[in-house]
């Protein structure tokens, strides 16, 4: 029976706790609920203590609320807005002298700006129409408040080229235009989960085992070394960098820099994952459930350890033996008691239509063999 990967995804359960900001003066909008997640990311990459967090919060939805009602009211003359963090304020551009005080009446900072919001939008919109027709030298474009122009991003050293483009547009567009050099290469990101499919060069798909420094493990009868990987979306994820098979099943591969190792599985019912937590081993007759991209999460017990299994290909030495289903294309994925990662699925008989018998390659040999460190939530 050709055995897959399964990628497993763990899904981090987190208690449904909020704190309540404080209402502020002037503030006539309700309080916000702001969870304990929230406040911990703030803490972390604002440096902000808990006190300053809940301000800004406050601070910043008064702000929004007034961006809405002056850019309703100044309607042409508005020239965008962004948050003052340093002041706690609105800053407001106007296209018109004559709007400064009202915005200042409404608590709000005020600069007299050339474009309107409008026009700057608009030439988003006329680049966005001609997208196709842009060098690639030009990586993105974007309206910039702060400097009241429309941003081009262009790779380092191909200023002249995206100026080029950017005069073709015609003088309308272009005066509302500046060009800047940036190192961004962007590009699409996406999680390496347990249990999720995987595809070996054109053909075989197999499912992911676990998420390590680097990559993941799976069965090594998935792929050889130097076969090439997709993910589940068929973009480019990565290669085999070792594999053994017969004797043991296990594999490891190594992703490119489009994809970050998660320590989940996917629990496959709705967007659930389970958090890999350690590799703790289970015992005989403990519980266990398997993950993988052809059956999805099914349940069973250990039934035996160390069983050599004869493949048609050889003998596998050292599996553990489940009374958990699997098909193929689950090859790979992964094994989990409670939150400890067991192992990756190698093969079986029967199916999850009438049950059978299915057996896990240990994870804690893969890692130990590899050197390879598991990735936990």
């Given amino acids: 029976m050709k055995r897959t990967l399964v990628a497993a995804v763990v899904l981090t359960a987190s208690a449904a706790v909020v704190v309540t900001a404080p209402a502020f003066a002037g503030q006539d909008t309700a309080p916000d609920t702001v969870t304990p997640e929230l406040l911990s990311a703030m803490q972390r990459d604002l440096g902000l203590s808990p006190e300053a967090a809940m301000a800004r919060i406050a601070s ?17 003359t508005f020239g965008g807005a962004y948050y003052d963090a340093a002041a706690g304020k609105l800053v407001v551009g106007v296209t018109d002298a004559a709007s400064v005080d009202s915005v200042r009446s409404h608590g709000a900072n005020a600069t007299v700006v050339r474009y309107s919001a409008q026009r700057l939008d608009a030439t988003v919109s006329a680049m966005d129409k001609r997208e196709s027709t842009a060098p690639r030298a030009i990586t993105g474009w974007y309206v910039d408040v702060q400097r009241n122009a429309v941003v081009v991003t262009a790779a380092p050293g191909t200023a002249t080229t995206a ?3 950017v005069a073709g547009l015609g003088a309308d567009l272009s005066s509302t235009i500046s060009v800047v050099e940036s190192i961004e290469a962007p590009r699409t990101l996406y999680d390496v989960r347990g249990g999720d499919a995987y595809y070996i060069g054109s053909g075989s798909r197999c499912s992911v085992g676990f998420s390590v420094q680097g990559g993941f493990v799976s069965a090594g009868h998935c792929g050889t070394r130097g076969a090439q990987t997709s993910g589940s979306n068929r973009v480019a994820q990565g290669t085999f960098q070792a594999s053994t098979f017969p004797g043991r099943d296990y594999s490891w591969v190594k ?4 994809w970050t190792p998660k320590g989940v599985v996917n629990r496959y019912s709705g967007s659930q994952t389970v958090a890999v937590q350690g590799s703790q081993e289970s015992a005989v007759g403990a519980s266990i459930c398997r993950s993988g991209s052809t059956t999805g999460w099914h349940c069973g017990t250990v039934g035996a350890k160390n069983q050599t299994v004869r493949y048609s290909e050889g003998a596998v030495n050292g599996l553990t033996r489940t009374n958990v289903c699997a098909e193929p ?8 008691s409670g939150n400890q990662a067991q192992g990756v699925t190698s093969g079986g008989s029967g199916n999850c239509s009438s049950g059978g018998t299915t057996y896990f390659q240990p994870v804690n040999p893969i890692l130990q063999t590899y050197s390879l460190r598991l990735v936990t939530s």
């Fill in 60 to 76: 910043e939805r008064t702000a929004a609320t007034l961006e809405s009602d002056l850019r309703g009211s100044l309607r042409d």
């Fill in 163 to 165: 100026r080029q483009y």
């Fill in 255 to 258: 992703t490119n820099t489009n």
């Fill in 329 to 336: 294309g689950d090859s790979g994925g992964s094994w989990l």
